[in-house]
């Protein structure tokens, strides 16, 4: 049953024609002159032939049908004429649309916005350059004060006896942040362990005969010091850090954390340190889940293409890497704990009240994350290389 | 079938019948019956959760009722298609309780947007209609140019009402318009909608808690109970037997409001 007319059209279409006599032009407007008109009575109204008129009227007894825009239009044909020395000594309308003449009246004449157009000179250009790079180091001394405010924070919530960690809470979020990234990050660290084994005996082979041996090598080093910490600090960077930035977020636009400090609460504490803990805690776990896993799947994937069997491949895996191998892997993993947790809870507490602000810092504190943890990631190996470990 | 949508002469824009509201197996609405005439203002009362909300809802087809039939402009809208719901949507106008402005554009932009969807009008003609709105509810000119985050409350009520009238509809909802808005704001609020009803000739549907608002601007009121809705002016009801009605007419509040 179709029986409402298209969106937003009118009943009668609007008219608007003019009669000249002498230098008076008449101005005579007719049917619904409402909104789903404008567009066109727009372009009708402003090309009018008004040129040596000396006196206008406006007629619009004949209309049908008015609403503010369509009023809206009658009084800037009436505005314009008047600018241009013509006089308008009638301007009629149906008796009932006095009170919305009145209305839009009221307001009188509404000057065109100026769209302010972005100049793109030089200087503006530099100018941007300018802001730009002062806003990043602006953030980036936030965050530094950010950084010791939670440090110190967490150090007390750890070593003063007096203050007690909220622990459910902690554990909750080691559960969120550790527990429930498990099947993610096994899966991919075991796809990472077959690709290496696959690829580097590949390569491996081409150097000479029996050399696929050292694939073994290349798997436990490998993983063991890059792959498993960075794969599992990107997946949780992505997975939790956006998680903190969002959540904490959310609280700001609800005026949560504003409610929480009238109360007199700490809100780095209760909302920072249980999230940066949690994950510090979390981490280094589930990277030393994704070691195990990432040599497994290079170790099925020696047995199952290169012939070399479980047993042979624990046996040289003991030889290949050493204990500091694995160490140096898993000390980053407290330091991107703590890069991720700090990014997301200081972008979160940043946000704005309003609903673009949360999805935008969200974001922002993942591509932070991932971009300091892979910078530190090189320090660390710079630092190693210097300590000859 | 009679009743088409487009019948101008039908004095009644909503006609609800044997509507019933339920969440789970608590009943809100239990068959309500009720009629808002054509440029009428009519006020729904009743205490909290008594389905107030949820009868505006109802009715602009964001909540989906259990039975009943709500006909708005003689269109049924329960079983509608998405194009007639749409020509619906576009003759009423919806003011949110906190206005709900879009936040990441400003007032100007906001009262825009059904204008940019559902019109072709130029980007110039569009700054002026915007300009129009903001004066019909009484708000600078300046604050088209604001984001929502810089707004007063009342303010914000306002820019929502302008972007409710975008379109220049014939119902308007209002969803506790002068709530958490001062005694002033709240009595200038009252006054902005009698004269736009009188200039625009709407017809308004509004949810209210305020007695100062039903005395200056309802026709009528509706007083949910129950689950069953009471219909009448503030004299007809004042006299109702019912024991909430007495409280709510004639508590202390009540009493100031009425007298005044």
Do not use: E, M, N
């Given at each position: 049953m179709r029986n409402i007319a298209p969106p937003l059209s009118a009943e009668v279409p609007a008219t608007l024609r003019t009669e000249r006599r002498g230098n008076v032009v008449r101005i005579i407007a007719g049917g619904d002159w409402v909104t789903s008109e404008t567009a066109r009575l727009d372009h009708e109204t402003q090309n009018i032939a008004t040129s040596g008129a000396g006196e206008a009227e406006i007629d619009g007894s004949a209309i049908t049908s008015l609403d503010s825009a369509g009023m809206w239009l009658l009084l800037r044909m009436k505005y314009a004429l008047e600018s241009n020395r013509v006089r308008v000594p009638r301007f009629a309308l149906p008796e009932r649309f006095a009170p919305l003449l009145s209305a839009v009246e009221r307001e009188g004449r509404i000057e065109p916005l100026v769209r302010k157009r972005p100049p793109q000179s030089l200087q503006h250009f530099l100018e941007r350059i300018g802001k730009g790079t002062m806003h990043a180091l602006r953030q980036g001394y936030d965050m530094v004060g950010f950084l010791g405010r939670v440090t110190v924070e967490t150090t007390e919530a750890i070593l003063e006896p007096r203050r007690e960690l909220p622990f459910p809470a902690l554990v909750h979020q080691i559960e969120e942040t550790g527990l429930t990234a498990l099947p993610i990050v096994g899966l991919l660290a075991f796809l990472i362990g077959v690709v290496i084994a696959y690829q580097g005996a590949d390569q491996l082979k081409k150097i000479a005969a029996g050399a696929e041996i050292y694939t073994i090598n290349l798997l436990g080093v490998s993983i063991l010091r890059e792959l498993g910490v960075l794969i599992t600090a990107i997946i949780v960077a992505g997975r939790s850090g956006s998680a903190f930035t969002a959540q904490i977020g959310t609280m700001r636009v609800n005026e949560e954390i504003d409610a929480m400090q009238t109360l007199g609460l700490n809100t780095t504490e209760l909302l920072v340190v249980t999230r940066v803990l949690g994950l510090v805690i979390a981490l280094p776990f589930l990277t030393l889940f994704a070691d195990i896993v990432g040599v497994v799947g290079g170790m099925l994937m020696c047995d199952l293409d290169l012939g070399i069997t479980i047993p042979v491949f624990i046996r040289e895996f003991k030889d290949a890497v050493t204990l500091n191998t694995f160490l140096v892997g898993m000390i980053k993993a407290p330091v991107f704990a703590f890069i991720i947790g700090i990014v997301g809870c200081f972008e979160g507490l940043r946000v704005e009240r309003n609903a673009a602000s949360v999805g935008l810092l969200t974001t922002r504190a993942v591509v932070e994350a991932i971009f300091l943890v892979i910078v530190f990631d090189a320090g660390f190996s710079i630092l190693f290389s210097k300590l000859g470990i | 079938m009679a009743a088409p949508g487009n019948d101008r002469k039908d004095p009644i824009a909503i006609r609800i019948r044997g509507l019933v509201n339920a969440f789970g197996d608590r009943i809100i609405h239990d068959h309500i019956d009720l009629d808002v005439r054509r440029g009428e203002v009519l006020a729904v009362v009743g205490g909290s959760g008594t389905g107030k909300s949820v009868l505006l809802r109802s009715i602009v087809g964001l909540n989906h009722p259990r039975a009943g039939s709500i006909k708005v402009f003689g269109q049924e809208t329960a079983n509608i298609d998405a194009e007639d719901m749409r020509g619906l949507q576009l003759r009423w106008g919806v003011l949110f309780q906190d206005g709900a402005?879009?936040?990441?554009?400003?007032v100007t932009e906001n009262i825009q947007v059904p204008l940019r969807r559902w019109t072709n009008m130029s980007p110039k003609l569009m700054d002026e209609i915007a300009a129009v709105k903001l004066s019909l509810v009484g708000l600078p000119r300046e604050a088209g140019a604001l984001m929502p985050a810089e707004l007063s409350g009342g303010m914000r009520k306002r820019a929502g009402l302008a972007r409710a009238l975008a379109l220049d509809p014939e119902i308007l909802f209002l969803d506790e318009p002068t709530s958490g808005l001062d005694p002033i704001a709240a009595s200038l609020f009252d006054q902005l909608l009698n004269d736009l009803k009188k200039s625009l000739g709407l017809t308004v549907f509004m949810v209210t808690h305020d007695l100062d608002s039903l005395r200056d601007t309802a026709d009528r009121i509706a007083v949910l109970l129950n689950g069953k809705v009471k219909t009448g002016t503030i004299a007809e009801l004042v006299r109702d037997p019912d024991p909430w009605i007495q409280q709510y007419f004639s508590g202390a509040r009540g009493r100031a409001a009425l007298n005044a």
């Open positions: - | 402005l879009f936040s990441s554009q400003t």
